[in-house]
C-alpha cells in the first residue's frame, strides 16, 4: 500500500507559534511527502470538553482558516469535517465491542483525570476518546500518523485494537505507525514554560503586527544592562527566535548576546524576524476570514471526496462481523 498520512486537528482556539512549530508545519511538510494525506477538523473531539455550541461551530471555522493559511493545499489533500463523516462514529460503536475495558483505564489521560477526581465529572467521551481516535485513523486505513509525545499511548492502542479486530474478523485495517513530531523540546511561552493556552503565556500565530509585537515585548528576561554579556542558550528570545533563523542569523545573533545587546534591542530583532515570516500566513487568514463561506464549501467539497472511501472501508467491516 502506498504511503498515507492522517493528521486530526482539534479545533479549540485559535493556534499559537508552538502549535505552529510543534504541530501545523511538521504535519504540512510530511503530507508534501506523502502518495495520500488527510487532514480533518476533529470537531466530535470537542465536545469531551466544551459544551458551548457557538464555540465548537466558531473555532472549527477558524482552525480550518488557520491551516489553510500556513499553506495546507486543498487540491493535494483530503480536507474535511470528522462530523461529516458518519461511518467514523459507526466504526468507533464497532471497535467499541472489541476493545477492553482494561485497555482504557490504562490511558494517561484518563488516569491523570481520575486521580484527580475519583472519576467524578470524568464523562464516557473522554474514557473512550482513545477508540474514536482509532476510528479516525483505521476507516481510511491511515498507515502513519504524526502525533506529539502526549498522544503516543493512544496510537499504540490504535494498533491495539486494529490488530486484536483483525486476529477476530479477518485482515481489514492497515496497523499505522506513529511519526513523532519533533524532539520533545516544546517551544516555550512568555514566561518560559511550555507556550500553552492554558498558561495564558503565548505568542499567537494569527494577529495583527501590533498585537504580535505586544507579545513579544512579555518575554520575561533577566535584569542585565546592556553592554553585559549574556547567555544565549539559557534565553527564550534566543530560543524562539532560532525557529525562525537561518544558521547565518542564528550565529550573528549570538553574536550580538557575547557583546551585550539589549534585551529591547534583542525583543525588536526577534519580532521583525517573526512578523516577517509570519505576515504572509496573516494576510491569507485575513482574507479568508472575509470570505467565510468559501471555507465552508471546501469542506463540504472535501467531505463528498473522502466518504465514498469511508463507506468501502465500513461495508468491508459490516461484512466481516456478519452485518450486512
Not at 505507525?177 to 516555550?188: K, Q, V, Y
Not at 539559557?234 to 527566535?241: A, M, Q, R
Not at 487568514?285 to 465552508?296: A, C, G, H, R, T
Request: hydrophobic content about 40%; charged content about 25%.
Amino acid at each position: 500500500m502506498s504511503e498515507r498520512i492522517l493528521t486530526g486537528i482539534t479545533t479549540s482556539g485559535i493556534p499559537h507559534l508552538g502549535n505552529y512549530f510543534g504541530a501545523i508545519r511538521p504535519s504540512l511538510d510530511l503530507a508534501n511527502s506523502a502518495n495520500e494525506s488527510f487532514f480533518f477538523l476533529a470537531d466530535y473531539h470537542s465536545i469531551i470538553k466544551v459544551n458551548k455550541p457557538k464555540e465548537v461551530a466558531i473555532s472549527a471555522q477558524k482552525i480550518a482558516m488557520a491551516w489553510l493559511a500556513c499553506g495546507l493545499d486543498p487540491n493535494k489533500t483530503f480536507f474535511y469535517r470528522q462530523s461529516d463523516i458518519k461511518q467514523i462514529l459507526e466504526l468507533s460503536w464497532i471497535l467499541h465491542c472489541v476493545t477492553s475495558k482494561g485497555l482504557m483505564n490504562r490511558a494517561h489521560a484518563y488516569k491523570a483525570l481520575k486521580s484527580e477526581t475519583d472519576d467524578k465529572g470524568i464523562n464516557m467521551g473522554l474514557f473512550s476518546y482513545p477508540i474514536l481516535m482509532a476510528a479516525d485513523i483505521l476507516i481510511f486505513n491511515a498507515t502513519k500518523v504524526p502525533v506529539g509525545p502526549d498522544q503516543t499511548q493512544h496510537l499504540e492502542m490504535t494498533r491495539d485494537i486494529a490488530n486484536k479486530f483483525n486476529h477476530t474478523f479477518g485482515e481489514i485495517f492497515t496497523i499505522p505507525e506513529a511519526l513523532i513530531d519533533g524532539d520533545g523540546e516544546s517551544l516555550p511561552g512568555t514566561d518560559g514554560k511550555k507556550m500553552s493556552k492554558s498558561y495564558q503565556n503565548i505568542i499567537p500565530l494569527l494577529s495583527t503586527r501590533e498585537e504580535l509585537k505586544k507579545s513579544i515585548l512579555k518575554i520575561v528576561t533577566n535584569s542585565l544592562e546592556p553592554g553585559e554579556p549574556k547567555d544565549y542558550s539559557t534565553c527564550n528570545v534566543f530560543k524562539i527566535y532560532s525557529y525562525f533563523a537561518d544558521n547565518n542569523e542564528i550565529d550573528e545573533f549570538k553574536a550580538a548576546y557575547e557583546e551585550g545587546i539589549s534585551w529591547g534591542d534583542a525583543k525588536n530583532k526577534l519580532f521583525e524576524l517573526a512578523d516577517k515570516h509570519l505576515e504572509p500566513i496573516r494576510d491569507k487568514y485575513f482574507k479568508l476570514e472575509s470570505n467565510p463561506q468559501d471555507v465552508i464549501d471546501l469542506l463540504d467539497e472535501g467531505g463528498k471526496k473522502v466518504m465514498p472511501m469511508a463507506e468501502d472501508l465500513l461495508c468491508n467491516v459490516r461484512e466481516s462481523i456478519g452485518i450486512t
